[in-house]
Nanobody, 121 residues
């Protein structure tokens, strides 16, 4: 069984920084893309950033230049470094990963439980 566990959320003042982690565990054959979505109160979930297995990264315009996504394949972990945080970044952040388990020959998308990021202005 594959699981994604997030950590690193919290409360920070505007202009501050946080680092989110997303660790995949279980019987994993391969992790393809990894990334993050977020959902603010009363809004739809929106894509934030993603990174492929070859290291290609992509960002939403709203976070470009402020957020950095990375991954450590030895640890099956993705990171989201968030700098110059704004009140508009307040949301629950969900990590996702496209993973092929060892017992299955097809990859699927898995989601973390979400971690709250709150930015005070």
């Amino acid at each position: 069984q594959v699981q994604l566990v997030e950590s690193g959320g919290g409360l920070v003042q505007a202009g501050g920084s946080l680092r989110l982690s997303c660790a995949a565990s279980g019987s994993i054959a391969r992790i393809n893309s990894m990334g993050w979505y977020r959902q603010a109160p009363g809004k739809q979930r929106e894509w934030v950033a993603s990174i492929t297995s070859t290291g290609y990264v992509n960002y939403a315009e709203s976070v470009k230049g402020r957020f950095t996504i990375s991954r450590d394949d030895a640890k099956n972990t993705a990171y989201l470094e968030m700098n110059s945080l704004k009140a508009d970044d307040t949301a629950v952040y969900y990590c996702f990963a496209n993973i092929r388990p060892r017992s299955i020959f097809v990859a699927d998308n898995y989601w973390g439980q979400g971690t709250q990021v709150s930015v005070s202005s």
